[in-house]
């Protein structure tokens, strides 16, 4: 829960600030989707627009999470039986020790 609200309050706040720098530069009635003219209301567009750049900034956050993660957090998660790591690892298990 802590790495949820790490990741979408400050992406929340980015969102908020994208959108309202997007929509100061361009029309919501201006813009064309695909060549044609959107036909959703001006509400609507600001809403879609507020997650999109929500999604970019909480994408970002969570990126950058991932990258944050330690030695320790990424060799904890090993998918391979103590006996069948490899030489040299240290949480080995040799199959002779006993």
Do not use: H
């Not at 990741?7 to 980015?14: A, D, G, L, N, Q």
């Not at 036909?39 to 909480?58: D, E, H, K, P, Q």
């Not at 950058?64 to 490899?86: H, K, S, V, W, Y």
């Amino acid at each position: 829960m802590k790495r949820a609200i790490q990741i979408f309050w400050p992406s929340f706040i980015v969102g908020g600030i994208g959108e309202a720098l997007f929509f100061t530069v361009f029309d919501p009635k201006e813009l064309y989707l695909f060549g044609e003219p959107t036909s959703l209301s001006r509400l609507a567009v600001y809403s879609i627009g507020f997650f999109l750049c929500w999604a970019f900034a909480a994408s970002s956050s969570a990126f950058t999470c991932f990258l944050q993660r330690g030695a320790a957090d990424i060799n904890r998660l090993c998918p391979l039986e103590p006996t069948t790591r490899p030489p040299g690892c240290p949480k080995r298990e040799e199959p002779d020790a006993g």
